[in-house]
């Protein structure tokens, strides 16, 4: 799979009052071939969508505030209002439900229960200093419907296929959407080194120059 | 009603470990040491304003990372207590220097803390800053911050005051070149 290139993308700061595959087309039209993919940040799309509330406007109420204490520091659900967020999107008892079981699952030493059982918004949100200004004092959701947004870039770029992508720089690579063709497991592999950077390098978008030679070539 | 008292019990006993579970971890606690700050020095200067600049480091006390939402100078002069200048005063992260005087929320490790550098521009209402330096009073002001960690936002505040000293020794060093 050596075979493929990164190549960021670099654009002004997406919001909410833009449409995110009329965006797309904007700068990377020019720049994709039908051997390509692009990819595009998660959390992008989801400010692009209104997915994002100030905390402010939550009010913690006491589950939110226990269990947040029982999130390592680093993670989105740690403070009460990343957990409460969470849980208005979930549901309270599957939220507990999840902690429960996660915290018997680390007994076992297996990790990540928690994760997998709380719901797509527990793995996908981004709490406040996790998106770049003006969105650094807000919560971020994760996108809806990254399978069809895929598609439509996809559709709109006349492109090899397209990717939603939450990455980051502890080596995290999740593809939470992709159009049809494209293997998840490859992209995700492809991004694992963040080409996005960080929010400041203002790259939300990165194409994955090559994808359907270097795909052909690993599968022949 | 054995079970059902066993299992009250049970909760009773959950709900005061994880009370103390809660106790025990704390949260974050920031404070700007006002005290430690740099002397107000003279950075730019012009016929009708001046602006003076220091540094107040800050720090995360507690015992849990917190994230500094969002932190901002208010100034107090009013015009009962000294008409010869309008104070515009700002502040920005001194690891995060941009133009625009916007603070990037961040999060502060517990233990660990920054600084922040506070920019206060004085502009002479009739145009001649070196005379009003020369009157110039005490100028309180707060460092506002809002600060989240496990528990609620909040909003605190530190007080601190650029004394008419250094605003006057500037002036006079302004005098003398």
Sequence with gaps: MDDYELLPVRTRVLTHRDNIVEAIANYAKDKVTDQDVLCIAESVVAITQQRYIRPQELTPGWLARTMCYFVPQQGSLS??????????????????????????????????????????????????????PPYDKHIVFGPLDADVIAEEITRRLGCYGAVVADVNDLKRSLIV???????????????????????????????????????????? | MIFLQG???????????????????GDCWFEFLVDQRTP??????????????????????????????????RTLLPHEYYDKVDVDGRLHNADDPR????????????????????????????????AALAEMVDLPMYIVFEVVGRRPIVVYKNYLVMPQEETRTAAEKIQAA
């Design chain 1, 177 to 220: 959407g992709a159009s049809p063709g494209v293997d998840r497991a490859k992209a995700a592999y492809m991004l694992i080194h963040n080409p996005f950077g960080n929010a400041s390098q203002k790259t939300p978008i990165v194409i994955i120059k090559n994808y359907a030679r270097a795909a052909a070539k690993q599968a022949g």
């Design chain 2, 99 to 130: 133009g625009d005087h916007y603070w990037e929320s961040v999060i502060i490790p517990y233990g660990t803390g920054g600084a922040a550098v506070l920019n206060v521009k004085l502009t002479a209402v009739d145009g001649n800053i070196r």
């Design chain 1, 79 to 132: 403070s009460c209002y990343g957990m409460q967020a969470a849980i208005e999107k979930e549901g309270a008892l599957r939220f507990v439900l999840a902690m429960l079981c996660g915290m018997v699952a680390k007994v076992f030493g297996i990790s990540g229960v928690f994760y997998k059982l709380a719901g797509p918004t527990a793995a996908l949100i981004d709490d406040v200093t996790g998106t770049m």
């Design chain 2, 40 to 73: 107000f020095t003279p950075v730019e200067l012009k016929d009708n304003y001046i602006v003076f600049s220091c540094q107040v480091p800050f720090i995360n006390k507690g015992t849990q990372d917190g994230t500094l939402i969002d932190v901002h100078l």
């Design chain 2, 7 to 25: 299992l009250l019990i049970f909760i009773a006993l959950a709900a005061v470990a994880v009370s103390l579970y809660i106790k025990f971890k």
